[in-house]
């Protein structure tokens, strides 16, 4: 059984007081609940972009109608098992260091568990194609990867999680991460983010004339047997 955490066993270890509490003018503030997204960048982008269009472009050849009745919109949706192909093995090692990097970051019990990437999948958007908002299922991480993003291609959105906050959402002057409801992020090639597989995200629509290629991934808990 796990034992609930004490407060101060939440609070990051180079805060100088050795606590979160924020320090405000008659009182300490204490955050709570983070939602995480890891941003990286791969190294070399550019050549192993290349070999990632190559691989959407036969997979588009051999398929050309695609994956459908997924949040995909007017886009192309490949098979999600595009981590089997030999051809992936730069990829993959780029992106299973990240996720060892967020698996740590999780303090994830490895004695009990591990995580196994269970589906990869490119999506191609053309002109006005778009992500309906979803959060997948049955995975614990997921995470997108950017093959080709030209400028205006359109952003990916998270929607904030904890919908009762919707209920007693007020003006502000300015916005903080406690009141901010949506946030995005302007795909470039070569970013990569990883975020939790239950928050609620999506893709605006793509106004330029060139496709938005991008790689999408989901890990899953593998559980250790017992001896």
């Known amino acids: 059984m796990n034992v609930r955490p004490k407060t101060s066993e939440l609070m990051p270890l180079d805060h100088p007081s050795g606590t979160a509490a924020v320090r405000a003018e008659k009182g300490a503030r204490l955050d709570c609940f983070p939602t ?17 269009l190559q691989i959407a472009d ?9 994956i459908g009745h997924r949040s995909s919109v007017l886009g192309w949706h490949s098979k999600d ?10 990829f993959l090692a780029f992106l299973h260091d990240n996720i060892a990097e967020v698996s740590r970051a999780y303090r994830i019990d490895t004695k009990q568990v591990g995580l196994e990437l269970a589906t990869c999948w490119i999506i191609v958007n053309g002109k006005f194609a778009c992500g309906a908002a979803h959060c997948h299922p049955n995975a614990f991480l997921s995470g997108v990867y950017y093959i080709s993003a030209p400028e205006n291609c359109g952003d990916i959105y998270f929607q904030d999680p904890r919908h009762a906050a919707l209920m007693g959402a007020c003006p502000v002057a300015e916005h903080v991460p406690w009141t901010v409801r949506q946030i995005s992020y302007r795909p470039a090639p070569g970013g990569m983010l990883i975020f939790p597989s239950w928050l609620y995200h999506g893709v605006e629509p793509n106004l330029s004339d060139a496709p938005r290629v991008s790689l999408s991934f989901n890990f899953r808990l593998k559980w250790k047997s017992t001896p």
């Open 58 to 66: 036969d997979e588009r050849a051999r398929d050309p109608a695609g």
């Open 81 to 90: 098992k595009l981590h089997r192909r030999p051809e992936m093995q730069d």
């Open 36 to 52: 995480v997204i890891w941003h990286f960048n791969a190294p070399d982008h550019q050549a192993l972009n290349q070999k990632l």
